[in-house]
């Protein structure tokens, strides 16, 4: 168990709508991190947060956005959802930004199925 | 920008039958290089970090090194609980976020 928890396991919903995934870093980690693992893409990295700011994009979609909150859990919003959305959702995190040591903890991810 | 290939894509050993996967990077600086183990529909779960060539680091039946170019995992004596996929990850000083490669699909048959 790497201490970072997310929710829900399992999403489906329909094209057009609108998802919010959770989650919640490990104990005295102040960076959070949004990767999304495709089957044919592998992992790539979305967003990432620390202590409550953006601090780097990847491959976001416009129609995806974060935040963090004051007590460290952050929420990934997916809208306008399209089939190829499908894909498993990770949530890292790690002690700092660019903080020895360097390491990031992944959470067990939510399955969205978009049909 | 920061590449990752990893071979071979897919590996099937017998039980006890040695092997190494390869990692090959390309980073502007590397902060780290990151081993992971990805069971099917689970979280990456973290192994090592790597962070200077001529380092290696060892758990159990493996053992990570790593060169100015590439990095190798060694499986010794595999039993069927390391099949797994396993990811190889850098980070680089112009970056917080790890870049990864595809992995390598292991299979140990009894």
């Known amino acids: 168990d790497s201490g970072v928890t997310q929710t829900p396991k399992h999403l489906i919903t329909a094209t057009g709508q609108r998802v919010t995934l959770r989650c919640s870093p490990r104990s005295g980690d102040l960076s959070v991190y949004w990767y999304q693992q495709s089957l044919d893409q592998g992992l790539q990295f979305l967003i990432q947060y620390y202590n409550g700011e953006e601090r780097a994009k990847g491959n976001i979609l416009e129609r995806f956005s974060a935040q963090q909150f004051p007590d460290l859990h952050s929420e990934l919003n997916l809208s306008s959802l399209e089939l190829g959305d499908s894909a498993l959702y990770f949530c890292a995190s790690s002690v700092g930004q660019g903080a020895f040591p360097y390491e990031q903890y992944f959470g067990p991810g939510t399955r969205l199925t978009v049909t | ?110």
Do not use: M
């Open chain 2, 1 to 110: 920008e920061d590449q990752v290939t990893q071979s071979p894509e897919a590996l099937r050993l017998q039980e006890g039958e040695s092997s190494s996967l390869n990692c090959s990077y390309t980073v502007s600086g590397l902060r780290g290089l990151f081993w992971y183990r990805q069971d099917p529909g689970k979280g990456p779960e973290f192994l090592f970090t790597l962070y200077s060539a001529g380092e290696e680091k060892e758990k159990e039946r493996l053992k990570a090194t790593l060169t100015k170019k590439e990095s190798f995992l060694h499986i010794t004596a595999p039993k069927p609980e390391d099949s797994a996929t396993y990811l190889c990850a850098v980070q680089g000083y112009r970056a917080n976020n790890l870049f990864f490669g595809t992995g390598t699909r292991l299979t140990v048959i009894p």
